[in-house]
């Protein structure tokens, strides 16, 4: 079955450096990945997204790349802030057969230390 | 234009009773999707669902799980005869289907599952 690997399980990293996460997916036909932040407690809540026909997409200080070949894609944070401190999920959905499952990876627990 | 809605955000059932999961999508929205997620793990997708169709159940298990989405009134999850082991987040997300190649998915808060 479809399936999304998230890596790592943990980083921690310094005020002011970057973090990078990476997934990479099983299903071919998944065309739309989202990234997801989740603070202790609360609600999942979509941070980025990239689609299928893009390779990088920036915002702020945000970023994600796609690698359609390699089934990789990846999130990357510069300049952190404590705030950033949440777990982070990837996700990647096919809507090509006409329905949406998106699949989760197991999520990122990012700590960063001021 | 309200978020996603679920009740109860907190719920406790002793093993063998039933419980019944609500989500209200956001207005304009017809696609809900159930996730369940265990303490300190990812989101587990449980079924997708359009109004008064079940589009994906393949996330769910074969019993005792149900779920609908009603041309009128919120899509209920249903767990019956529930165990220790259902114990978990339930949330569920919806979309809307204006561009039918991605679709942004909004959590609602979650309910907490606890089974005595």
């Known amino acids: 079955g479809e399936n999304v690997e998230q890596h790592p399980s943990t980083l921690s990293v310094q005020e002011g450096d970057s973090a990078v996460i990476k997934c990479t997916y099983s299903d071919s036909a998944s065309n739309y990945f989202p990234w997801y932040k989740q603070e202790l407690g609360k609600r999942p809540q979509l941070i980025i997204d990239i689609r299928s026909n893009v390779g990088e997409k920036k915002d702020q200080r945000i970023a994600v790349t796609l690698n359609k070949t390699a089934k990789h894609f990846s999130l990357h944070i510069t300049e952190t802030q404590p705030e950033d401190s949440a777990v982070y999920f990837c996700?990647?959905?096919?809507?090509?057969?006409?329905?949406?499952?998106?699949?989760f990876g197991a999520g990122t627990r990012l700590f960063v230390k001021a | 234009n309200a978020g996603v809605m679920q009740n109860p955000r907190h719920l406790v059932r002793r093993r063998g009773q039933e419980a019944r999961l609500r989500c209200s999508p956001m207005?304009?929205?017809?696609?809900v999707y159930w996730y369940r997620q265990l303490p300190e793990e990812g989101l587990k997708f449980m079924v997708y669902l359009q109004k008064e169709n079940i589009i994906d159940e393949s996330g769910m298990p074969k019993e005792r799980f149900s779920a609908e989405f009603p041309k009128e009134g919120p899509s209920i999850l249903r767990i019956q005869q529930v165990v220790r082991g259902d114990s978990a987040a339930y949330f569920c997300a919806s979309s809307t289907l204006s561009d039918v190649s991605y679709n942004e998915q909004f959590f609602g808060p979650g309910t907490r599952l606890t089974v005595l």
């Open positions: 207005k304009g929205h017809s696609h």
């Open positions: 996700a990647a959905t096919d809507s090509n057969t006409g329905g949406f499952k998106t699949i």
